[in-house]
């Protein structure tokens, strides 16, 4: 392993700025080989009281600094993760899988929360509104929520942790995170910086554990923690959301998607062939903003198919460390037989292999291309979050726009056209959190990302992000003659 600061690659849980050693741990793999990379610590719910009482803690002394001392460490944080950047990118990808190139693009991508929020930190502004009646004045300030419970998934095992605990840790909260079981190292890693930043202790808790239904359970149902934010799959964003109905919870849900990629008939062709590939191929196809439908006009349906082709055909598959691999491994045995499952449900039922369509060894899915897909299939309405396009066709403007919007997901949609009229309309009749209008890459730290629908709801990044981690209070002055 190719890591030069090996004080990086932690197993303890991280909790009250203390290392936990567990007798129990639970084993991390190496999704292109299943070598075992690591024995971490498996915490209970046990465990999980001891964070928040330490969050709770800290939150009185977090929560008091100024903004301007709390955004000083944050960029200390900002400043050890890019400085380390490298390392933290190797151990993404033996955990994750993805190549390396791209875990460094992780990194420093989820870097950019933590810089973005260090400034935001110090613009939470209120507001003098007008009253109603000339003895009254009324003033809204914001202040931090309290303690959040941070439930994170393992295909950005680094950005999806920064991209809620800078904006929790800006507003002044403190936060526990409970990164996935397959890819705990990358979050321990972040706290171990953390550790050489300067937060206080109890800031910053890290609980990993194999069994995330009873910590989720202490979470949602502690009323110290006053906030839940959650990335993963849609069903259980619905167990978070109903167990933290229970006591009002505020609660974020950045859950599946099912995106479709509609490219209409005066696109440019080469573009829409490129936006595609990066919005389907991005990470192996396993984010939840993925190209999920690609719908292509009639004119231009061959015409893409054959560009489109040429280019997956040419992608490398292969170890995430080895030199010019494009896509890494699948992160587990489940997700490639779902995606296997798709592939011959779809072929059964009339879809023409393109290219690719077989598994390869390990944890590998050659990358595909389907052709005569139709809604009676089941990649229409699955997140397939594998390397697989899925391609339909159609004849006009309102056919598609019915089938874009047949899902019950909501996230990220894109299209690529140049008809400014039609721009417009197809814009604002898509059903999604996000559109991206000829281009298929739009996460950025200065924009909002997040869904509607069964997507979830709440926002992450921009000057929104951090109204999540924020209340509102209103005061009214009486009196005032
Ligand atoms: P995916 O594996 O597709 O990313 P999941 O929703 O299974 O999506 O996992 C996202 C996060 O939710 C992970 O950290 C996982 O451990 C956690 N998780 C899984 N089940 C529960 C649950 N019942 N309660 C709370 N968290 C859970």
């Given at each position: 392993m190719d890591i030069k600061d090996k004080s990086l690659l932690r197993s303890e849980a991280y909790i009250n700025g203390e290392w936990i050693k567990k007798e129990t741990t639970f084993s991390v793999y190496n999704?292109?080989?299943?070598?075992?990379?690591a024995e971490v610590s498996d915490c209970t719910q046990v465990d999980t009281e001891s964070a928040i009482t330490a969050a709770d803690h800290a939150f009185q002394i977090w929560s008091n600094y100024t903004a301007n001392k709390r955004s000083r460490i944050l960029q200390n944080w900002y400043k050890l993760i890019i400085e380390n950047a490298t390392d933290l990118a190797h151990i993404l990808t033996i955990e994750q899988g993805k190549p390396l190139q791209e875990a460094i693009g992780e990194i420093k991508y989820g870097a950019s929360y933590i810089e973005w929020f260090a400034e935001e930190a110090k613009r939470v502004y209120g507001d003098v509104i007008p009253g109603q009646s000339r003895k009254n004045r009324i003033t809204v300030i914001k202040q931090p929520v309290g303690i959040v419970g941070a439930i994170t998934p393992w295909n950005f095992p680094s950005a999806m942790i920064t991209r809620k605990v800078a904006p929790a840790l800006a507003a002044g909260c403190t936060v526990i995170v409970k990164p996935s079981e397959f890819t705990p190292l990358s979050a321990l890693a972040l706290a171990e910086l953390s550790d050489r930043a300067g937060f206080?202790?109890?800031v910053i808790n890290i609980v990993t554990t194999k069994d995330a239904a009873s910590i989720g359970q202490s979470l949602t149902s502690?009323?110290?923690?006053?906030k839940i934010s959650f990335t993963g799959s849609t069903p259980v964003g619905k167990i978070v959301l109903k167990q933290s109905a229970d006591q009002i919870k505020k609660v974020t849900l950045e859950l599946g998607g099912n995106a479709p990629f509609i490219v209409f008939a005066d696109a440019d062709i080469d573009a829409a062939v490129s936006g595609c590939y990066d919005s389907k191929f991005r990470n192996g196809g396993q984010?939840?903003?993925?190209?999920n439908r690609i719908f292509l006009h009639e004119s231009i349906h061959n015409e893409f198919i054959e560009k489109f082709a040429t280019k997956v055909k040419s992608i490398k598959t292969g170890?995430?460390?080895?030199?010019?691999?494009e896509i890494g491994p699948m992160i587990n045995e489940d997700a490639v037989i779902k995606d296997i499952n798709l592939i011959k449900d779809a072929t059964n039922k009339g879809a023409k292999v393109i290219a690719g369509g077989m598994r390869k060894k390990g944890l590998f899915i050659e990358p595909t291309i389907l052709c005569?897909?139709?809604?009676?299939?089941?990649i229409f309405s699955s997140?397939?979050?594998?390397p697989i396009a899925a391609i339909y066709k159609f004849n006009s403007e309102s056919e598609v726009i019915e089938m874009a919007n047949n899902t019950k997901y909501g996230l990220a949609s894109y299209f690529y056209g140049r008809d400014y009229a039609l721009i417009w309309r197809v814009a604002e009749a898509l059903e999604f959190g996000m559109v991206g209008i000829n281009t298929g890459l739009m996460s950025t730290v200065t924009a909002p990302f997040g869904g509607i629908k069964e997507s979830g709801f709440g926002r992450e990044g921009s000057?929104?992000?951090?109204d999540e981690y924020l209340n509102i209070k209103y005061m009214c002055w009486g009196g005032v003659e």
């Open positions: 999704p292109y080989n299943q070598v075992k990379i206080p202790k109890g502690n009323s110290k923690v006053k984010t939840c903003v993925c190209t170890y995430g460390l080895d030199k010019g691999v005569n897909i139709d809604s009676n299939m089941d997140e397939i979050f594998g000057k929104y992000g951090i």
